[in-house]
């Protein structure tokens, strides 16, 4: 398994779950 292909699973799940981070704290402070 590449080392490459590693890292770009990482960083789309990484990115993934950034998103998901951001979209919760703009819903609180939408809400708020």
Do not use: M, W
């Amino acid at each position: 398994y590449s080392i490459v292909a590693y890292i770009y699973l990482i960083l789309t799940v990484g990115l993934s779950l950034a998103l998901r981070g951001l979209e919760k704290r703009l819903r609180r402070q939408h809400q708020q």
